[in-house]
DNA sequence: ACAGAAATAAAAATGC
DNA sequence: GCATTTTTATTTCTGT
């Protein structure tokens, strides 16, 4: 394949992700207005930074405890 | 208004959050996988890392000297 | 105070990083041949590593949680 | 050997494990607090990361030459 | 040995 | 402007 198309494909491939990045960006913006949005209705954003935070956590570890269990079921040969 | 209607704002604004961070995270992924489709086509990702890491640069850069431009036109009444 | 003895301080300064790092690098080495003595003795390492993460887990969520506690506490005005 | 020495065993093991992770993580933040300190004294911190990680390549270049010469004399049997 | 995943380190962004 | 948190980059580890 010529060097001209290699370029190309590079080329869309870079400008994909650039479109991805700004979405991305679009919305880290989107979550901190809710939060502008919180703060003028009183709530205290720092603890709601810690409450999103600890949800996240607890998933994470229910995760976790659920990837444990399959490693165990394979470890003991129960798959 | 009461609190249990006041917690349920807090509880919707909570939610708005982790879905805006969903979402996020799903464009993450998909940055990703434009990365690993370009390394399968034998691109060499660091380098593609820095080059878009460039042209957010010079965008930056670009942007900023619009902005300068726009002060000087402003204050030059020249809008 | 001269460049001389600002060379110097600079010169401690990275030669103390540098003996930590090598320190940290000793025990990076330890824990690996701990995890090779637990294989010799027909442990699954693969297993013993979540085990440690997944306890690591539970104490981060623990710290999380008093961290939430004093959030709450501070927020209510009662420290 | 009975299940229950056996599980006294694996206990032992990751309490080492996690005995060496936690001296480790001890003196990953002693680094941080020497970069800490560099800082107030006015030094680059970026920078002379940049330096120990350069020294760290030199290191590592000398010591393959080393082993390279080592290599070549016992091949000449020159020990 | 190498691809993919995980951990660690470094850099950047944000809020106070 | 500094310090803390997030994000990104690099290194390390593991299974094929």
Redesign the pocket.
Known sequence: MSDVIQADKLRLLIERIERL?EE?KGI?DDV?DV?GEAKGQGYD??TM?KVV?LRKLDKHVRDEADAMMDIYRTALGLT
């Open positions: 990045e991305k880290a901190k939060y954003v720092k930074r935070a």
